[in-house]
Each structure stands twice: as C-alpha cells, then as structure tokens.
C-alpha cells in the first residue's frame, strides 16, 4: 500500500479528544495523555508538550479549566475540568465527525458499486 494513503494529521483530533477525556471528570495532564490513546486518532503516545500546549490554549478560549491540586505527596499537579463552552465545542466536534463519516461510508459505497 503506498505511504500517501490515508495521511492527514491525527494532531486535529487532539481538542475534541481532551474534551471527551474530560466529559468523566476533572483529570490532569498525565491522565488525560494516557486515556486519549485509546480514542484511535494518535499513533503511539501523545506527545506530552503538544497535549500541554493543547489544554494551555483550551484553558486561555475557556473550554477547560483548571486549577491546582496540591493534595497527597509529591508536587502539585495541575487538574482539568470541562466547561460549558466545551461541552458545546464537543457538540460540534461529533456532529462535524458525523458528517465526515456520512460522506465517506457514501464514497465507499459508490466504489463497491461501480
């Protein structure tokens, strides 16, 4: 199969990833990397300084909030929180994916019909 197929940059499913990590509750930075693997869109680890950069703009357009946990041993971390105006970013995200989906099942079925 050529390398071309299927390009594009899973790093675009990074937001709607992070907000869907974050619709189970306030996490922090190492959690929220660990379980956005399991959404299918990253090959690998995420890397931690581009999810950083991620929650940081999140945090700036009011779609996280966070705050610092400084309970139990060991530094404080920094924890998440989904807002409203996430909630909706979110919305958005699936009714776009929903679309994306809708197109290419009709692409597929047009091929498998010619």
Do not use: C, N
Not at 38 to 65: C, K, N, S, T
């Amino acid at each position: 199969m050529s390398k071309k197929v299927g390009g594009g940059k899973p790093q675009r499913y990074i937001q709607p990833s992070l907000l869907m990590a974050l619709t189970a509750g306030p996490s922090y930075g190492y959690q929220l990397i660990q379980t956005i693997g399991e959404y299918g869109f990253l090959r690998g680890d995420a890397p931690p300084g581009m999810i950083y950069r991620h929650l940081r703009q999140m945090d700036e357009e009011g779609l996280v909030e966070s705050k610092w946990d400084s309970e139990g041993d060991g530094p404080a971390k920094r924890v998440y929180a989904i807002t409203p105006e996430g909630a909706e970013v979110l919305e958005a995200w699936v009714l776009h994916m929903e679309r994306q989906r809708d197109v290419l099942d009709d692409f597929i079925r047009k091929y498998k019909g010619a």
